[in-house]
């Protein structure tokens, strides 16, 4: 069904509620669009509804005034939301939250929006609270259905903004699924700027008898932007960038977006766009949520006026004061062309768009100047250096692709601070900072200082040995492997009370009177069984442990502290050691407390490592025959085998002859 353009002038004209009207010309919005005057007498009059008109002409209103006015003002004790407005993507989700928040600001309506790449408590808190309409995209709202936070069961309108474009991305089997979890009565619009094959049999499937309202213009143009200029040429790749850098130079630009194919590209122009001196930010699937936002708030507040997305951001997007649009990469068909320069053009005002064309994509955009009727059959092979970029941009003689420094007055992304937003998932780079967002590693106010272990345990950096007179007994459990002296040192120590300097720089007079005034101690055996084997009756080795200075934790004694003139000598094997026998009473003050006496069973030791301890008995006897080997019982398998046969006679026998 086509209808014509109404005659009414005013929102209360067409049966909108006094506090919707009002709501509306606080913000300025006082007459209707085209497809509002159509679409709101049969949406308040609780009919299904098809609306298509070209993108920024207010369907977002066209829908949403008839499902606030449905619903009503809210209850105390309405916790279960009554409305349900679907979007294929966050950005949109924001955009139409926004315009409802807009319409709803004297109804006091609760309005909630539910998308991926945030918090899951905060929407739930909100959700318990109770809602009126929620906002979402299909997987958010299936989420929460399936955990049991949602419930549809009392949804009386439904609404499908950008039908076509969830279609697109794979959603159809998710709207299906909202679809069977709502009433079955129930008041179901769909909204897009294009109307493809797939959304008519949707429509035909859960809609009820739908009124397909379609709005166009005088001269019957429907589907691109009347209000913008469009500019198609063919470039080189290598020479796009340097055209884009004087495009954003021309006199009257202002806020440019800038489209791109693939999330690299887009990337790609940002950093390039940057380096050139252009406040810019990059909008695309890779990135956080937060970073998202944070791009489109500073693109709004124009603290950056350049925005380079992918497609993500050409549904909905409804930014003011867009004065061009740059299709850095063609166009994958053309519904992603008219979206794509309908970001400017909206709401009555001008803009430019400009397509760049690549030799092999020539093809490609003939299909879509086909199908959209426009005049660009052949684009104008153009370069940075042609002289109709000046003209037709309306850019200064002389202007290069970077910007100059007096020209530099944006603040830019940096300025905006990412909203903590408590994302689901990582934050995700954009390839590298910018320059004003690296920060510079503060300098060490104290060098570093390193630790220094040995065996897990933290050693004390060495310093200067330090004199000291105290003398620390060695703990039971030191890994380290004390110096092993003989009697005959201890005794020329005790004998000869001469001091010596050493290199450790102990105090031998605070070990001689340590010697003199220590208690007899036990003298603990570091014998093997194999050395005890062979000289049972030799008695261990006194240990004589370290003195330990103050700056190292346990510091060895070596033989010449004890003793200058005693000769030093390596520690032999345990297994080969000679050990000497304990002259009278021996000074052991170093020596370990004994361990406490246990009742443990006496051990067999055996005089040889080789000697048998147990034999078992032995069972056979005289009579038993010795079993034969397996070579054996091969040898005669082997002979009854040539012995078998008639007679005796071997069957592998050579005949004589």
């Not at 002409?57 to 105390?76: D, N, S």
Request: aromatic share 4%; proline share 7%.
């Amino acid at each position: 069904m086509r209808l014509r353009q109404a005659t009414l002038t005013t929102f209360r004209d067409l049966g909108v509620t006094p506090e919707i009207a009002d709501a509306l010309e606080t913000e300025g919005i006082v007459t209707p669009f085209p497809i509002q005057e159509m679409a709101l007498p049969l949406a308040l009059s609780g009919q299904d509804l098809i609306g298509q008109a070209r993108t920024g002409t207010g369907k977002t209103y066209a829908f949403g005034i008839a499902m606030l006015q449905g619903i009503g003002k809210p209850r105390k004790n309405r916790k279960k939301p009554r409305g349900l407005v679907v979007v294929p993507t966050r950005e949109l989700a924001v955009q139409v939250s926004e315009d409802l928040v807009t319409a709803a600001g004297k109804l006091g309506s609760r309005v909630l929006t539910v998308y991926g790449g945030r918090a899951y408590e905060p929407q739930i808190e909100a959700l318990k609270a109770g809602v009126d309409v929620i906002v979402g995209t299909p997987g958010r709202l299936l989420d929460l259905v399936k955990q049991k936070h949602l419930d549809l069961s009392q949804v009386t309108s439904l609404v499908l903004d950008e039908a076509d474009r969830m279609l697109d991305l794979g959603f159809l089997p998710d709207i299906e699924r909202i679809f069977k979890l709502i009433p079955a009565e129930r008041q179901t619009m769909l909204f897009s700027a294009t109307m493809p094959g797939e959304i008519v049999g949707l429509s035909r499937k859960y809609l009820n008898r739908p009124t397909h309202v379609r709005a166009e213009h005088e001269n019957g143009e429907g589907e691109t932007t009347p209000l913008t200029r469009q500019i198609v040429w063919r470039t080189h790749r290598m020479d796009k960038i340097e055209i884009v850098g004087r495009l954003l130079q021309a006199e009257g630009r202002g806020l440019t977006m800038v489209f791109c194919e693939t999330k690299r590209a887009c990337d790609m122009v940002a950093e390039q766009l940057d380096t050139r001196g252009f406040a810019v930010a990059a909008v695309h699937g890779d990135l956080g949520q937060g970073q998202r936002e944070q791009a489109l708030r500073a693109f709004r507040s124009g603290k950056i006026d350049v925005l380079v997305a992918t497609d993500v951001a050409a549904r909905g997007i409804d930014i003011d004061d867009v004065t061009h649009v740059v299709n850095y990469d063609c166009p994958t068909d053309d519904k992603t062309y008219v979206h794509r320069i309908g970001r400017t053009g909206r709401a009555g005002r001008t803009g430019i768009s400009v397509t760049f064309v690549e030799w092999e994509e020539l093809t490609r955009w003939k299909m879509i100047n086909q199908m959209l009727g426009l005049d660009f059959a052949e684009p104008e092979e153009t370069y940075s250096t042609s002289p109709h970029v000046y003209t037709e941009l309306n850019i200064p003689e002389g202007t290069k692709g970077v910007l100059p420094h007096a020209s530099r007055s944006r603040v830019g992304l940096s300025a905006e601070r990412i909203e903590d937003l408590g994302e689901t998932g990582r934050i995700r780079g954009r390839g590298g900072r910018r320059r004003d967002e690296r920060e510079e590693r503060p300098a060490r106010d104290t060098p570093r200082q390193r630790r220094r272990t040995r065996g897990g345990r933290e050693q004390l950096a060495e310093t200067a040995p330090v004199e000291t007179s105290e003398v620390e007994l060695v703990d039971a459990k030191t890994e380290e492997t004390p110096a092993i002296i003989s009697t005959d040192e201890i005794q020329a120590a005790t004998t000869e009370p001469k001091r010596t300097r050493t290199r450790r720089g102990a105090d031998t007079s605070a070990i001689e009177q340590a010697l003199a005034e220590a208690p007899e101690a036990p003298v603990k055996s570091t014998r093997s069984r194999r050395a005890a084997a062979k000289a049972p009756e030799v008695a261990a080795e006194p240990v004589v442990a370290k003195s330990a200075p103050v700056v190292e934790p346990t510091p060895i004694v070596e033989p010449a502290a004890v003793a200058k003139s005693a000769p030093v000598r390596e520690p032999a094997p345990v297994a080969q050691r000679k050990v000497a026998e304990p002259v009278g009473e021996a000074p052991s003050f170093l020596a370990p407390p004994p361990p406490p006496a246990r009742n443990e069973p006496e051990r067999i030791i055996p005089p040889s490592p080789f000697a048998v301890i147990f034999q078992s008995p032995d069972l056979a006897t005289d009579d038993d025959d010795i079993a034969p080997s397996a070579a054996t019982e091969r040898k005669q398998q082997r002979r009854q085998f040539r012995g078998g046969g008639a007679g005796g006679g071997g069957g592998n026998r050579r005949r004589a002859g």
